[in-house]
């Protein structure tokens, strides 16, 4: 017998964009808590960068890639080798691979990540508010850190520490809202959803 009613296909793969956004949010804090002048910079932030911020980011991207979700695979895989490539910034000159990077080459690397995530931005505009939030603060994340390179004013790095805290809260924010709104099937946590056009 040939069913008349539609029949609806799971994909049968979980969403990996909390575990992304959580994975950004979580090493992104604790990065910029030490940006703020609260500890120094030690090997539970390489740590974070390599297998929590990049690893896991990374595995999440893939996952979308299998959802068919160009944004997520984008987003999540760039950033999880931002942290990377951050974490290989900060040790390979210590193990003698090159030179430490200069107050002028650090700004056009956090400056092209900036550009990157303004383009990306663009994108959360058919999202929903909480992205939105999250890649805004981001860009303005990234255009202080360069600036403050830039300028060699450290008041400028703390400054940008205190606004890494919070766009790192509200990625970490927005990967439990989708964990939790998932999980009782309604919206506990809200994330302002964009109004289809």
């Given at each position: 017998?040939?069913?008349?009613?539609?029949v609806?296909v799971?994909d049968?793969?979980?969403?990996?964009?909390p575990?992304?956004l959580?994975?950004f949010?979580?090493?992104?804090?604790?990065l910029?808590i030490?940006?703020?002048c609260?500890?120094?910079?030690?090997t539970?932030?390489l740590a974070?960068g390599i297998?929590?911020?990049g690893?896991?980011?990374?595995i999440?991207?893939?996952?979308e890639?299998?959802?068919n979700?160009?944004f997520?695979?984008?987003a999540?895989t760039?950033?999880g080798?931002?942290?990377?490539s951050?974490v290989g910034l900060?040790?390979?000159?210590?193990?003698?691979w090159?030179?430490k990077?200069?107050?002028?080459s650090?700004?056009?690397y956090?400056g092209?990540?900036g550009l990157f995530t303004f383009?990306?931005f663009?994108?959360?505009?058919?999202l929903?508010?909480?992205l939105?939030f999250v890649?805004?603060?981001?860009?303005?994340?990234f255009?202080l850190?360069?600036?403050g390179?830039?300028?060699?004013?450290?008041?400028i790095?703390?400054i940008?520490g205190?606004?890494?805290?919070?766009?790192?809260?509200?990625?970490?924010y927005t990967?439990?809202?989708?964990?939790?709104?998932?999980?009782?099937?309604?919206?506990?946590m809200p994330?302002?959803t964009v109004?289809a056009?």
């Amino acid at each position: 017998m040939i069913p008349t009613e539609p029949v609806l296909v799971k994909d049968g793969i979980a969403n990996p964009a909390p575990l992304g956004l959580c994975a950004f949010g979580m090493t992104t804090v604790l990065l910029n808590i030490h940006n703020a002048c609260f500890f120094e910079m030690n090997t539970m932030i390489l740590a974070m960068g390599i297998f929590y911020g990049g690893l896991a980011q990374v595995i999440a991207g893939i996952i979308e890639s299998k959802k068919n979700n160009t944004f997520g695979l984008t987003a999540f895989t760039s950033y999880g080798f931002f942290w990377l490539s951050l974490v290989g910034l900060l040790v390979m000159p210590k193990l003698g691979w090159g030179s430490k990077p200069s107050e002028l080459s650090m700004c056009c690397y956090l400056g092209i990540w900036g550009l990157f995530t303004f383009c990306l931005f663009f994108g959360t505009l058919k999202l929903n508010r909480a992205l939105q939030f999250v890649f805004g603060s981001l860009t303005i994340l990234f255009f202080l850190l360069a600036l403050g390179d830039a300028t060699g004013n450290p008041d400028i790095k703390k400054i940008a520490g205190y606004e890494g805290i919070i766009c790192g809260l509200s990625a970490i924010y927005t990967g439990i809202a989708g964990v939790l709104n998932e999980v009782y099937c309604r919206t506990v946590m809200p994330i302002g959803t964009v109004e289809a056009r």
